[in-house]
């Protein structure tokens, strides 16, 4: 059984892309995880496949490396700021940090979070400044905005004395001397693990307690709960209870399977020591948050809260007429099932009911996240809903309404700072701080109501031609900004049913931008573009070329159609008004009215008004 003392739980946190996954890849292959000739995934630990096709991680896991007699525990962390739950609950595990930042972003927002909630807890984080590789890397002007994000969160002495290490994670090397290091491997950080992270400070001698932190399923284990162990020793076959927060017994079973974990897999041990990080198997209630323990034990362990979500989407029954079609999970019931399972493994989504039990309003960090579940969902063959995201208000202790506020970071080219800046303005943002951030390049902060920067994102590319990089995190609730504007353009919205067709559309294009392409499937109330004014208008995009046998010299005109405008989940959810619907099934997306008969939709309007 591993000494307490020769173990080391360690976090690696930083903003999205900035290299953790691939640092972990060559962690584990340097320390002997893989054998030699065994084939080995790009970033092994991103093992869902939402996470493969984005290049980010969604959900934090853990793995270990046996290093010169000493277990260490690496938890690999979300970046992206809507995940930010899963690396508040993490921490809770861990004895230190490795802080990653980009040698040429630096901190971005997400890297102000994480840091904040890791020296919150007492860390010393060490400091890796990755990709130095980059050909506009800026190592001594990153550190020093490392030290001074340190002295805003009210770091201490202690804290900021970190050890600093130059990386290039990709290559597999890291040094301490950026000028003259050896550039060989990445020794020089597992070293630094053993020598600045210190040991659990566990007592093996109380009786067992465990803090379930990570839930997952398993189609053979089924209910699976990752964790620390606080205190005592965990056996195979020892009878256990589950505590809520609030004392109260939710389970009492019986510990049948125990794994460790080594390298990528969890491998099955008889018993686990205080300090060490387990998975466990065999539960049925038990959940996040609550303490696996000794049946002697009364008090569980305590739990820090996770920030509440900002953003909401109500999820709605497929009520198109091509409903059925694509999915085999339709009714309520059945996403009603889906999404409270899925409130329960991610404490960072609540989910509600109307009161007519036919719609849920699902909250959560921001559009990434909801549309990851929304993804996942989809292609579990379930067919629903969705409608326009809306912040969640709170009320003041004076009785005034408040909306939550986020911190934006944007990095632009020098000739688009001025739009940016004007477009932000129009949206309620304050500029908080301006300055350059390398050749040509200004960092622009700006603190902007949430609901200000839902569907910002496509207008943000096209006023920086691409070329623009924005961050956003919650920063707090701020005084309600009032009306906002929505999207500025109306919509093309079919009038009937039926197939779609070249000629119509080529007509049509005059009119604003085309979203469907010749044949395919649209319906009375489908939007099937975006109209060049402010005002909807209904189209017919079914009309065929009326033919005849008469034919004269230089009348006909080619049809030459432009290809239909694409759009993500995420785009599409951000991109709808209030009076409009995502119809996501498993192999379309497709936007629609509330209403979808025309004369429904003027009573609505005309009741609205009055």
Excluded at 92 to 117: H, R, W, Y
Excluded at 496 to 525: S, W
Excluded at 559 to 584: G, H, Q, T
Aim: aromatic share 6%.
């Amino acid at each position: 059984m591993q000494d307490p003392k020769n173990i080391r739980n360690i976090a690696i946190i930083a903003h999205v892309d900035h290299g953790k996954t691939t640092l972990i890849d060559n962690i584990l292959k340097q320390s002997g995880s893989f054998r030699e000739n065994e084939n080995v995934d790009d970033r092994v630990m991103d093992s869902n496949d939402l996470e493969k096709e984005r290049g980010i991680t969604i959900l934090a896991k853990c793995t270990s490396i046996n290093w010169e007699g000493t277990r260490i525990n690496i938890i690999d962390t979300p970046g992206h700021a809507d995940f930010g739950g899963e690396v508040e609950r993490v921490l809770s595990m861990c004895d230190g940090v490795i802080l990653l930042n980009d040698a040429a972003e630096g901190p971005l927002p997400q890297t102000k979070f994480v840091l904040g909630k890791a020296l919150k807890l007492g860390m010393r984080p060490v400091v890796m400044i990755n990709k130095i590789d980059r050909s506009d890397a800026r190592p001594d002007d990153v550190l020093n905005e490392v030290f001074d994000l340190f002295t805003s969160l009210d770091a201490t002495d202690e804290q900021l004395d970190f050890p600093v290490l130059y990386a290039s994670g990709r290559d597999g090397w890291c040094t301490t001397d950026l000028e003259n290091g050896a550039r060989d491997n990445l020794h020089p950080l597992l070293e630094l693990v053993l020598d600045h992270v210190p040991a659990p400070d566990v007592d093996t001698t109380a009786p067992f307690t465990m803090l379930s932190t990570l839930l997952g399923s398993d189609s053979y284990l089924g209910r699976t709960l990752t964790g620390k162990i606080y205190s005592g020793v965990a056996k195979v076959n020892m009878p256990v209870k589950a505590i809520s927060l609030d004392g109260k017994t939710v389970e009492t079973f019986r510990l049948t399977k125990l794994f460790s974990f080594n390298g990528v897999d969890r491998v099955p041990v008889e018993e686990a020591v205080a300090g060490d990080i387990v998975c466990i198997a065999g539960m049925v209630k038990t959940s996040v948050a609550d303490t696996i323990c000794d049946p002697s034990v009364t008090e569980p362990i305590n739990s820090d809260p996770v920030d509440p979500p900002t953003m909401a989407v109500t999820i709605t029954v497929n009520d198109s007429p091509y409903a059925g079609q694509e999915g085999k999970k339709l009714t309520s019931t059945m996403i009603r099932e889906r999404l409270m399972a899925e409130a329960e493994t991610n404490v960072a989504i609540k989910v509600s009911e109307s009161d007519g039990k036919d719609a849920f309003e699902l909250a959560g960090r921001g559009e990434l996240q909801l549309g990851v579940l929304i993804e996942t969902m989809r292609r579990e063959g379930f067919e629903m809903t969705v409608s326009r995201p809306r912040v969640i208000y709170k009320t003041d202790e004076d009785g005034k309404r408040t909306e939550p506020y986020e911190e934006v970071t944007v990095d632009v080219d020098d000739e688009y700072s001025g739009a940016v800046v004007e477009k932000m303005t129009q949206r309620k943002a304050e500029m908080t701080d301006m300055r350059p951030s390398g050749v040509g390049r200004t960092r622009i902060i700006f603190l902007a109501p949430s609901r200000s920067l839902i569907g910002y994102q496509s207008q943000f590319l096209t006023d920086t031609r691409g070329t623009g990089l924005m961050n956003r995190i919650f920063h707090s609730y701020g005084p309600y900004k009032g009306d906002i504007g929505g999207r500025r353009n109306g919509a093309l919205i079919s009038n009937a049913t039926g197939e779609a067709v070249a000629y119509a559309i080529f007509n049509l294009q005059d009119r604003g931008i085309i979203m469907v392409d010749h044949q395919e499937k649209v319906y009375e109330g489908m939007i099937v573009g975006e109209h060049n004014r402010e005002n909807d208008l209904e189209v017919n995009i079914l009309k065929g070329k009326q033919l005849t046998n008469v034919r004269a010299s230089g009348t006909d005109e080619a049809v030459r159609v432009i290809p239909a405008k694409r759009m993500s989940l995420e785009e599409m959810i951000a991109y709808i008004n209030d009076d409009e619907l995502v119809e996501v099934t498993p192999e379309s997306l497709r936007l629609r009215k509330v209403y979808l008969k025309e004369h429904e939709r003027k009573t609505a309007a005309r009741q609205a008004k009055g």
